[in-house]
């Protein structure tokens, strides 16, 4: 594979900076529920399995920051919040989808080289021992 363009330190420190808030467990996972519509923040909690409140919270504050998500008050007694992907979210959730099938496509091949790997390495690890 031949580089498309020369290594710039800027672009990789932007490309990092990036990949870390849209690749981390929890945006994934919010960004792949908003793909299907908006949603309350009580119904992000309970469908994203096992992120706390703050963490989610965290979360959609970085994903609104960056663009991702917009959030909607609606004057109403209480407030009423929704959260929906914007257009560059939507874009990303396309990515992220991909990126969901190519590993779905490769599983077992990557199955097979840890196996192979962890034989000649004399271990076996235990994700993959059962």
């Not at 330190?9 to 960004?31: A, N």
């Not at 504050?61 to 009423?80: A, K, N, Q, S, W």
Request: glycine content about 8%.
């Amino acid at each position: 594979m031949t580089p498309s363009h020369i290594h710039v330190p800027t672009d990789c420190h932007t490309v990092t900076e990036i990949l870390s808030r849209v690749g981390d467990k929890w945006s994934v996972q919010v960004v792949v529920q908003l793909g299907g519509g908006s949603k309350r923040f009580n119904e992000l909690r309970r469908v994203v399995g096992g992120i706390s409140q703050r963490m989610l919270t965290l979360t959609l504050r970085g994903l609104e920051r960056d663009g991702l998500v917009t959030r909607t008050v609606y004057p109403t007694i209480p407030p009423r919040v929704e959260y929906r992907l914007t257009e560059l979210g939507c874009s990303l959730l396309k990515t992220v989808k991909a990126l969901g099938s190519w590993a779905i496509e490769n599983r077992q091949q990557i199955l097979q080289a840890r196996r192979r790997f962890d034989e000649a390495a004399g271990t076996v690890a235990r994700s993959d021992a059962a």
